[in-house]
């Protein structure tokens, strides 16, 4: 059965540092990953997807996340946090090999991101 | 360009009533998809169509839960005989089914159900 771990509730940064926020996978196959964003009383918004080639992937907003398979991991980063990058973060994934489309959730982390 | 979007935002009910959420999909997805998410929870996922056909059912998706995408277009959820614990909120997403099957699934904005 595919699982997600996020192992921090909360990230706390200053504004202008790096942030990373910790994902590891466990699927029988080929994973599809993902990284969704969540404001307060909204839904998701997409930020970016693995499913292969380069290791590294650029998505929305300055976010990328890195592929690690024999870490079984997916760390969203970025170089130079905002204030505004403040929110739940979400990541997902999707066994290839089963056929099945529905996404697996981690359970989240919040990020904050001070002045 | 809209978006995925969900009607109603909000609905408070009384514990035994039905309830039932609409779903918009972007215009000319072909899929759609409804997920569950309690507090401090990731989305849970419930049920999947493509085009008007159930594909995916969660065991999550009891006998009082019913979705529907009659033509292929928007879809229903309905919860008959509302519990407390039906309490969440509850996200509809869709998709573009693509030839190698990596389509990327867009949210709405969530219907936000409480059950008294």
């Known amino acids: 059965a595919q699982s997600v771990a996020q192992p921090e509730d909360q990230v706390n940064v200053a504004e202008g540092n790096p942030l990373t926020v910790k994902c590891t996978y466990s699927v029988s196959g080929n994973p599809y990953l993902f990284w969704y964003v969540q404001y307060p009383n909204r839904g998701l918004q997409f930020l970016l997807k693995?499913?292969?080639?380069?290791?590294l992937v650029k998505g929305s907003y300055g976010f990328e996340a890195e592929f690690n398979k024999s870490q079984t991991s997916f760390h969203l980063k970025k170089p130079s946090a905002l204030v505004s990058d403040s929110a739940l973060y979400f990541c997902?994934?999707?066994?290839?090999?089963?056929?099945?489309?529905?996404?697996?959730f981690g359970t989240g982390t919040r990020l904050l991101v001070s002045p | 360009d809209t978006g995925v979007s969900q009607n109603p935002r909000h609905k408070i009910t009384k514990r035994g009533q039905n309830v039932t959420f609409r779903c918009d999909p972007i215009s000319e997805h072909n899929r759609l998809y409804w997920y569950r998410q309690t507090l401090g929870q990731g989305p849970e996922f419930l049920t999947y169509f493509q085009n008007e056909a159930q594909l995916e059912k969660s065991r999550l998706l009891s006998d009082r839960f019913s979705a529907e995408r009659p033509k292929g277009s928007f879809s229903t959820l309905e919860i008959q005989r509302t519990e407390q614990g039906d309490s969440a909120m509850y996200l509809c997403a869709s998709s573009f089914r693509t030839s190698t099957s990596t389509d990327t699934q867009y949210f709405g904005p969530g219907t936000r159900l409480t059950v008294l």
């Open positions: 693995y499913i292969t080639g380069d290791n």
């Open positions: 997902a994934v999707r066994d290839l090999n089963t056929g099945f489309q529905k996404l697996v």
